[in-house]
């Protein structure tokens, strides 16, 4: 029998055959494609291992874990594990299963079991539900995965590395198998999603070099970015720059000078939106022996504070944060869980360079400053459901990763992380989804480029599906990411230093690739 014909595995079985227990071989499988032809597969040998999942496109179960599952296929259908969708009711014809694998950006075969056969065959009861067979077509994993992938993917890890499968079945929950309910409105994905890409100005006469953006969204929904930019990194004339989007509207207004200071010019800034409604920038001011070349000055800066209540049209008076010499902000502010703002910093303390959070004090005026990541550069941090706090660091030739069990107080000692990272600013934010998401140079090498967004659905325990942003010469670097009120992504990056570049992008595009055939 050709490889062509057989591509997936379930078996003839008599209806009433008794249900597979761990370690039972399947056997040749009879099912019925979309288009209502009759295929047959036994060649297991022919892949590392095959998923079968139970599966309804009327399922309100199946729908909550499809991006679990998915993205368990797309992990690992390039070491040969083929992930395959059975649909036992007979209701769902061809047309409405094509219908929702093409709008959830389905890549694994699915097929019909109008007369629950393969269903009986199984032994299964519910959907989602997944058998996970060997090269010999025998089951060495069976259960339910839902909205994250415990269970079967620790199983699928052992059957790479062919050790025993010490994974213990999780227990089903799902739809009844028989019970589906009625046919579902799935939005298109492929029809929705939205993804804009633009620079927020084509140039600033005498300005040549634009670095370091933030940004923020107003009160008012718009959405502000600031930058530095001047001759040269450090130069005398560097300054900040403020530019807005209105809220509504697709062009940035003309980008406005609001800090400068030729003795004392400023460098790396952040700017937020405070419990209360206050926009704030804060930024290192270049202190010591003044900046005469490229990149220096960094080690002598000290934390700078302005806001505006008023979206940031009009600004307080500069104001020195006490106790903060050789402080500098990166990444953008977050909220706790226990209502707390925090705003990750890095620099010296106590003779140690650190990461550490700044947490703003009920007063919204004051700043306490806690906790120490000894070695943290440049932390961008996010709270996870458990309510640990996740701490990624700028490093080389990894992302560095720290966490604090107890709300910023203690930190666990920076270690590297699978992520690559050439020795530059990275950017992370928790989406309202629970997704999370790190903008990031995907490269051990020195270079910046490429640049990329990936992503993580548990958290920032593991790393799934990573986009491309630029990957052409030049350097695409610095990061600001956030989220807007209306759901979407905003993300400000250096581009190749002559500019500041806007991406925007909804969740439809962060699970799209393309539309199946």
Same mark, same amino acid.
């Given at each position: ?296 000055? &960094? ?8 806001? $505006?209540? %008023? /979206? !940031? @049209? *009009? +600004? ?129 090498? &020195? ?8 992503? $993580?659905? %548990? /958290? !920032? @325990? *593991? +790393? ?54």
């Amino acid at each position: 029998m050709s490889r062509a014909v057989l591509i997936f595995a379930c078996g003839f079985l008599m209806f009433n055959a008794a249900a597979l227990n761990i370690g039972d071989a399947v056997g040749p499988v009879s099912f019925e494609t979309l288009d209502g032809y009759a295929r047959t597969m036994d060649n297991y040998a022919d892949r590392r291992g095959t998923v079968v999942v139970f599966l309804s496109a009327r399922c309100d179960a199946t729908l909550a874990a499809y991006d679990v599952f998915n993205g368990l296929h797309e992990k690992y259908r390039q070491d040969e594990i083929l992930f395959v969708g059975v649909v036992s009711n007979p209701a769902e014809n061809g047309e409405e299963l094509r219908t929702f694998a093409q709008n959830k950006g389905c890549r694994f075969p699915i097929y019909r079991d109008p007369s629950r056969r393969v269903a009986k065959q199984f032994g299964a009861t519910v959907t989602p539900e997944f058998f996970l067979l060997d090269e010999a077509g025998k089951l060495v994993y069976h259960g339910a995965v839902g909205t994250n992938a415990e269970g079967l993917q620790p199983a699928i890890v052992s059957l790479l590395a062919k050790e025993k499968i010490k994974t213990a079945s999780s227990p089903l929950q799902g739809t009844p198998i028989d019970k589906p309910g009625a046919k579902k409105d799935i939005p298109d994905p492929f029809g929705t999603m939205q993804f804009s890409s633009e620079l927020i100005f084509t140039k600033i006469p005498g300005v040549a070099v634009h670095h370091c953006s933030t940004i923020t969204e107003a009160p008012n929904g718009d959405i502000l970015c600031l930058w530095y930019a001047g001759t040269y990194e450090s130069a005398d004339d560097q300054a900040l720059y403020l530019a807005r989007l209105p809220k509504g509207q697709r062009i940035w207004t003309t980008p406005e000078r609001i800090v400068w200071n030729p003795e004392e010019p400023p460098g790396n800034a952040v700017i937020f939106t405070a419990p209360d409604k206050r926009v704030w920038i804060m930024w290192g001011r270049m202190e010591g022996s003044r900046p005469t070349r490229r990149g220096s000055g &960094w080690s002598s800066c000290r934390l700078m504070v302005r806001t $505006s209540k %008023d /979206d !940031g @049209k *009009t +600004w307080t008076k500069d104001e020195e944060m006490p106790d903060s010499f050789a402080w500098l902000p990166r990444n953008a502010a977050f909220t706790m869980k226990d209502g707390r703002f925090a705003l990750p910093i890095s620099g010296h303390v106590d003779s140690v360079y650190a990461g550490f959070l700044l947490v703003l004090e009920p007063d919204n005026t004051n700043w306490k400053r806690i906790g120490l990541m000894p070695g943290g550069e440049q932390p961008t941090v996010i709270q996870r459901d458990n309510g640990e706090l996740l701490s990624l660091m700028r490093g080389h030739p990894k992302v560095k990763e720290s966490i604090s069990s107890d709300g910023g107080v203690t930190w666990t000692t920076p270690r590297d992380t699978e992520l690559n990272c050439p020795d530059s600013g990275i950017a992370a934010t928790k989406l309202k989804s629970g997704r999370v998401l790190l903008a990031y140079n995907n490269t051990p090498e &020195w270079d910046r480029t490429p640049f990329n967004i990936i992503q $993580s659905t %548990d /958290d !920032g @325990k *593991t +790393w799934g599906d990573t986009k491309v942003i630029e990957q052409d010469w030049g350097e695409f670097s610095y990061p600001c990411i956030i989220q807007s009120s209306d759901g979407m992504v905003h993300l400000t990056y250096t581009y190749r230093r002559f500019g500041i570049k806007h991406v925007t992008f909804d969740e439809n595009w962060l699970v799209t690739k393309e539309r199946p055939n």
